[in-house]
């Protein structure tokens, strides 16, 4: 059994640790500057903690609740780590450099309960929600690696970020407090969960929020993400809409593109009237390949243009996803914690609920 881990904890947690221990409280202010902006994962790095301290807080404490499985690193710059803490689930996280800023795509469960057909995290089953801890941790390992400071968090890795709404709003939390990342800059995507949606609304925090939609059509879309047969496209959206009224944030509308089953223009056109009046951006994401056993191609790059002029015709604001870190299996969709075998986690799958009440 691992012992818990200083990452997770807030300033004032800390602080208390260190009282607790026989320290002033300032003490807790030190490490949250140790762990948070300089992210070190020595406590022989703390230079101004006093021996005694540093040796009694490694006694009942680690640092990180991390622990590096593979480091990958892709020719274009993209370098994927795989994680665990200590037992055997893996699960991963993604650096992404651009030029005007540096992002990071982290994962908030370790496999995912929802069961879409074109995910190689959805097709391999669930196993557990990650802490707050564990969640921070991959960032903080992520800029360990980086020159240049990561501003960004999506929540595109693996797992639905709003099925662990309690350890991913107390993660948005030490983002924005001990990290200093303007909560503007962190990106929850989520296949629909509409009374989370609301619930994250309630907060009343800049988020950014991201909608995979996928399909404008309850048909196409139920056969994509069963989650739709709980909440369809028209509620989905209102919940989008009403986040955006209660945030002011322009929302995401995330759209994969599966070649001749949701790429059609008839598609495109109806997507177009059914997001005009929200303030939108619609992200495509060509699919990325994975072995789904359902035939499941990327269309053609004049099939994504087509859909995509279509969409443009209407008004619609479009952006297209490029694909990074192709050679590591870096793209969304295809994190799966591949060591431990591929879809290992299938059959345990079938024996959950597809939506958690
Ligand atoms: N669970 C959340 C966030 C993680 S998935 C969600 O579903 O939104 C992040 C994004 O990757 C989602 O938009 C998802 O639909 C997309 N994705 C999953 N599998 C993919 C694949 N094979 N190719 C391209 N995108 C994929
Ligand atoms: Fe889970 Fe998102 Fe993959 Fe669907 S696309 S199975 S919600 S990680």
């Not at 795989?82 to 469960?109: A, K, W």
């Not at 968090?153 to 303007?182: C, D, Q, R, W, Y």
């Not at 619609?282 to 269309?299: E, H, S, Y």
């Not at 996803?321 to 299938?346: K, M, P, S, T, W």
Request: proline share 5%.
């Amino acid at each position: 059994m691992s012992r818990p881990s200083l990452i997770g904890l807030s300033t004032p947690e800390l602080q208390a640790l260190a009282e607790q221990l026989g320290e002033k409280p300032f003490r807790g202010k030190q490490i949250a500057n140790w762990i948070y902006a300089k992210a070190v994962r020595e406590y022989d790095e703390m230079k101004d903690l006093p021996a005694a301290f540093r040796a009694k807080l490694a006694e009942t404490h680690d640092i990180s609740p991390l622990h590096l499985t593979t480091h990958k690193k892709s020719t274009d710059g993209v370098d994927k780590l795989l994680v665990h803490n200590g037992d055997t689930q893996v699960y991963e996280c993604v650096l992404l450099p651009y030029e005007d800023r540096v992002s990071c795509c982290i994962s908030s469960q370790v496999g995912c309960p929802m069961g879409c057909t074109f995910c190689a995290t959805g097709l391999g089953g669930f196993d557990r929600n990650l802490t707050a801890g564990e969640i921070v941790a991959q960032y903080l390992w992520l800029q360990s690696l980086s020159p240049r400071r990561i501003s960004h968090v999506v929540f595109m890795g693996m797992g639905e970020p709003l099925l662990n709404f309690a350890n991913v709003t107390k993660a948005l939390n030490l983002f924005h407090e001990e990290i200093g990342l303007s909560y503007r800059h962190l990106t929850i995507s989520t296949v629909g969960l509409v009374p989370q949606i609301r619930e994250l609304a309630k907060l009343g925090l800049p988020i950014h929020l991201a909608l995979s939609l996928h399909s404008p059509f309850d048909e196409i879309r139920s056969k994509l993400m069963p989650v739709n047969h709980k909440w369809d496209v028209a509620e989905a959206l209102r919940a989008m809409h009403d986040y955006h009224k209660a945030t002011g944030r322009k929302v995401t509308i995330e759209y994969l593109l599966i070649n001749e089953l949701n790429d059609t223009i008839e598609q495109a056109e109806a997507l177009a009237t059914k997001i005009m009046r929200m303030p939108h951006v619609v992200n495509l994401i060509p699919f990325n390949w994975v072995d789904t056993g359902n035939g499941f191609a990327r269309p053609s790059r004049e099939r994504v243009r087509a859909f995509r002029r279509h969409l443009e015709s209407k008004g619609v604001n479009v952006t297209e996803r490029v694909e990074r870190g192709h050679d590591i299996a870096a793209a969304c969709g295809q994190l799966a914690g591949q060591h431990a075998g591929r879809f290992a986690r299938r059959e345990r799958a079938s024996t959950l609920p597809v939506v958690p009440s």
